[in-house]
């Protein structure tokens, strides 16, 4: 079992930035992919972004697309995810979450745990 902390999340403002924080305890993080997914009320979770154990390769849903990045530091067991020029758009509860491999990395049933998530608001 993996324990999953999200962090970083906030009231802002259209066209600020926030930078979310993903703390895993598992000592093999690094052995895994990671993924970032948002999910608005009502909604289903969505994919946001991914980035392989080592971090050589990324990958971003098209809404966020050259303005999120996603980034890990093995080191720190820890993930990160970059928002520059928030939208309303992008308000919802943030999630991170491990799994092996990249097969159908834009589902959230392929990815393993799931921490509680961090709420972010974009006011216009």
């Known amino acids: 079992q993996v324990q999953l902390v999200e962090s970083g999340g906030g009231l802002v403002q259209a066209g600020d930035s926030l930078r979310l924080s993903c703390a895993a305890s598992?000592?093999?993080?690094?052995?895994?992919?990671m993924g970032w997914f948002r999910q608005a009320p009502g909604k289903e979770r969505d994919f946001v972004a991914a980035?392989?154990?080592?971090?050589?390769?990324?990958y971003y849903a098209d809404s966020v697309k050259g303005r999120f990045t996603i980034s890990r530091d093995n080191a720190k067991n820890t993930a990160y995810l970059q928002m520059n020029s928030l939208k309303p758009e992008d308000t919802a509860v943030y999630y991170c979450?491990?799994?092996?491999?990249?097969?159908?990395?834009?589902?959230?049933?392929?990815?393993?745990?799931w921490g509680q998530g961090t709420q972010v608001t974009v006011s216009s």
């Open positions: 979450a491990p799994r092996i491999g990249l097969s159908d990395y834009e589902s959230p049933h392929t990815y393993l745990y």
């Open positions: 598992s000592r093999t993080f690094s052995s895994y992919t």
């Open positions: 980035i392989t154990w080592n971090g050589g390769s990324t």
